[in-house]
């Protein structure tokens, strides 16, 4: 049976401050984000202090995703209608006399059975939604969000008064949510298993180490992460087998669209419109040399975008069958070299305007602008582990010899160099 504890709510202070703008404000809010990522939470919690409405959507026909709708929140209207329809129960909300907050979580499954929806909406929200009331649509399908509220011929486009995207968190709110030292390694190799998913944080014991974890939730009997990769695409309508034969090919280390196409038996052109559809969905990132642009370059990299998933598909899934029979050392050697790409991520994303830079002869792990002084760059090497005085003036001398041996150095001939090893954390 897997593990599985409810946490404390911990950060989410620039969501709930959003939250309280639109409050203010009235009319539409829009709060986006993949599943699992804390939206309901985040809303509910919010929601609790001020009495709002709450309706989780239901996939199912109309009439039932309509009563249950008005059955989830007709206690906190003043009505004796039932409503038989959408024009129905927008009528009851207009008639209501006190200024209400109103959330309708998941609203693509109500769309996904009524096409119209967002046409009765619109004309509704035109018509002028009740002063001091606030409706919110909440969604985590980010492919049909984008195409519900950001494509301009939608209907509901430039009609919210905000767009709140909720990402995952960051490794500090994890460490406090799961009770752990963000000083320790250990803690930050969980991290690197589970991301800033606060679901998958439910499944961190106290006092357990990380292959118990991994244990837990990758390869234990039936475990929870089992499906989750086809739950992720289908929630974004790529459930279809090229979907996830991309993601096994980038997880196995195939970054170049040329060498997913060859790991797919495909040509490399037929693979441009899937690729977009899994960035569009959070699911890959695009990797590009630092100071180049996509369309100045053809040194595109591909990568799966959140920790866990990036387990999935470059440990579990290759590993799955002969996992039991590893040795312990040899599982170790996995979740850290998994760990050590994490933290290259994580020591990117603390400096602003941060990426990777490499040609044919040089990969260097993070060049961006120095917050000290703009007029220089920092140029850092990362490692995964805690390095001797030795072992970082020997890194230091490489990365001034691969710097001065790439073109950058000449844009740059005098960089501030660092390199960053694992007691960064403790700077958190």
Same mark, same amino acid.
């Given at each position: 049976m897997n593990f599985c504890m409810r946490l404390?709510?911990?950060?989410? %202070?620039?969501?709930?401050?959003? +939250?309280?703008?639109?409050?203010?404000?009235?009319?539409? $809010?829009?709060?986006?984000?993949?599943?699992?990522?804390? *939206?309901?939470? $985040?809303l509910r919690q919010w929601m609790a202090g001020r009495g709002g409405m709450f309706s989780q959507a239901i996939e199912g026909p109309l009439e039932m995703q309509v009563g249950q709708v008005f059955a989830d929140i007709r %206690?906190?209207? %003043?009505t004796r209608l039932t409503p038989r329809d959408w024009e129905d129960l927008l009528e009851i909300l207009g008639l209501q006399k006190k200024p209400w907050v109103l959330c309708l979580d998941e609203f693509p499954y109500l769309t996904a059975r009524d @096409?119209?929806?967002? #046409?009765?909406?619109?004309?509704?929200?035109d018509e002028g939604?009740?002063?001091?009331?606030?409706?919110?649509? @909440?969604?985590?399908?980010?492919?049909?969000?984008?195409?519900?509220? +950001?494509?301009? @011929?939608? =209907?509901?486009?430039?009609?919210?008064? *905000? $767009?709140?995207?909720?990402g995952p968190m960051d490794y500090r709110p994890f460490c406090q949510a799961c009770r752990l030292d963000p000083a320790a390694e250990t803690s930050f190799e969980k991290f690197s298993c589970v991301g800033g998913i606060p679901k998958y944080w439910e499944f961190v014991e106290a006092g357990k180490s990380v292959l118990d974890l991994v244990e837990t939730m990758f390869f234990d009997f039936a475990p929870y992460m089992e499906q989750e990769p086809r739950r992720i695409l289908s929630d974004e309508g790529l459930g279809g087998a090229n979907a996830l034969a991309v993601l096994e090919a980038v997880g196995r280390g195939a970054s170049r669209t040329s060498e997913i196409a060859a790991r797919l038996g495909i040509a490399p052109t037929n693979l #441009?419109?899937?690729?977009?559809? $899994?960035?569009?969905?959070?699911v890959l990132t695009r990797e590009l040399p630092f100071g180049e642009s996509s369309r100045t370059t053809k040194r595109t990299l591909y990568r799966i975008q959140d920790p866990a998933l990036r387990f999935w598909f470059g440990v579990f899934?290759?590993?799955? #069958?002969?996992?039991?029979?590893? =040795?312990e050392e040899k599982k170790h050697l996995l979740v850290h070299g998994h760990a050590a790409s994490v933290f290259e991520d994580?020591?990117? #994303?603390?400096? =602003?305007?941060?990426?990777?830079?490499?040609? *044919?002869?040089?990969?260097?792990?993070?060049? @961006? =602008?120095?917050?000290?002084?703009p007029s220089r760059m920092v140029v850092g090497e990362v490692k995964w582990k805690r390095l001797t005085r030795a072992e970082r003036k020997g890194v230091l001398h490489d990365l001034e010899r691969k710097w001065f041996s790439s073109p950058l150095c000449v844009r740059q001939p005098a960089p501030r160099f660092v390199v960053f090893d694992a007691t960064e954390i403790k700077l958190s």
């Open positions: 404390e709510f911990v950060n989410r %202070e620039a969501e709930l401050l959003e +939250l309280d703008a639109a409050a203010r404000r009235g009319g539409l $809010l829009v709060v986006f984000g993949r599943r699992r990522v804390g *939206k309901t939470r $985040l %206690e906190s209207l %003043e @096409a119209s929806l967002p #046409s009765r909406l619109q004309r509704w929200l939604i009740p002063e001091g009331c606030l409706l919110i649509l @909440a969604g985590s399908s980010m492919r049909m969000m984008h195409d519900l509220f +950001l494509h301009r @011929a939608a =209907p509901l486009y430039g009609r919210a008064q *905000k $767009l709140l995207q909720v #441009s419109r899937l690729l977009q559809q $899994l960035m569009d969905a959070s899934s290759p590993h799955r #069958s002969l996992w039991t029979s590893y =040795p994580w020591c990117r #994303s603390r400096h =602003p305007g941060a990426s990777r830079y490499w040609d *044919k002869s040089v990969e260097i792990d993070l060049v @961006a =602008p120095d917050p000290v002084d």
